[in-house]
């Protein structure tokens, strides 16, 4: 069964460092998605990505953030000079049209732990 | 703004059923979700029901939607160890939209 890969399962950087977090989404997907969870907080949403642009961001998603799609199959978030507070488990997901159009479901990643020291 | 709130942890014997509840705020909510993410795992979509439903029943799982009061629940029937997990209610309002997730419960099944 396809799924959402993302690496690495565990990402470890020093306070201002830059981290790229990729995901492989689902092949013939067309939406992509990020979202973050802080330890014991909810799932909070970052940004979404549709035909090589953001859709759309959230309030968390600064100028430290961004996204790409570098070739057909990966997708990263980017964080260019991380913080204490981005650590965070990140979740990729993807979508296609037909679930966007039946029940609307994302397909989620197991996540990278991003642990900022 | 919206907001999706749920119980953090619930314990469960075996057999017995598990009833986990949510509520949430954004009355233009269209589509509600459960999610499940077991360790290691992604979020695994488990059900939905469209705001149109009061209920809607899939094998061991039922969801109740209470409309009027936003106030959404999973129950699981005869709970197995395998269903210990956490599991996330998340709500959308549209089609291409964002979600929004509940912080988790931890569903700890003892034998």
């Known amino acids: 069964e396809p799924e959402v890969t993302q690496t690495p399962s565990h990402q470890v950087t020093q306070m201002g460092q830059e981290v790229i977090l990729r995901c492989v989404p689902i092949?013939?997907?067309?939406?992509f998605y990020w979202y973050r969870q802080i330890l014991g907080q909810k799932v909070e949403f970052l940004v979404s990505?549709?035909?090589?642009?953001?859709?759309?961001k959230s309030e968390i998603f600064d100028d430290q953030f961004s996204v790409e799609r570098p070739d057909g199959s990966n997708f990263t978030l980017k964080i260019r000079s991380t913080k204490l507070e981005d650590s965070a488990m990140y979740f990729c997901?993807?979508?296609?049209?037909?679930?966007?159009?039946?029940?609307?479901?994302?397909?989620f990643g197991p996540g990278t732990r991003l642990t900022v020291l | 703004g919206e907001d999706v709130e749920q119980s953090l942890f619930l314990s469960v014997r075996e057999g017995d059923s598990s009833v986990i509840n949510c509520t949430y705020t954004?009355?233009?909510?269209?589509?509600l979700y459960w999610y499940k993410q077991e360790p290691g795992a992604g979020l695994q979509l488990l059900t939905y029901?469209?705001?149109?439903?009061d209920m809607k029943q899939d094998q061991r799982l039922t969801v109740l939607l209470n409309k009027k009061d936003k106030h959404l629940s999973l129950r699981i029937a005869d709970t197995q160890t395998g269903d210990s997990a956490i599991y996330f209610c998340?709500?959308?309002?549209?089609?291409?939209?964002?979600?929004?997730f509940g912080a988790g419960t931890q569903v700890v099944v003892t034998p």
């Open positions: 997901a993807s979508s296609g049209l037909a679930e966007l159009t039946s029940y609307n479901e994302q397909f």
């Open positions: 092949s013939n997907h067309l939406y």
């Open positions: 990505f549709y035909n090589n642009e953001i859709s759309e």
């Open positions: 954004d009355s233009s909510s269209t589509y």
């Open positions: 029901i469209f705001s149109n439903m």
């Open positions: 998340a709500e959308k309002s549209d089609s291409w939209g964002k979600f929004q």
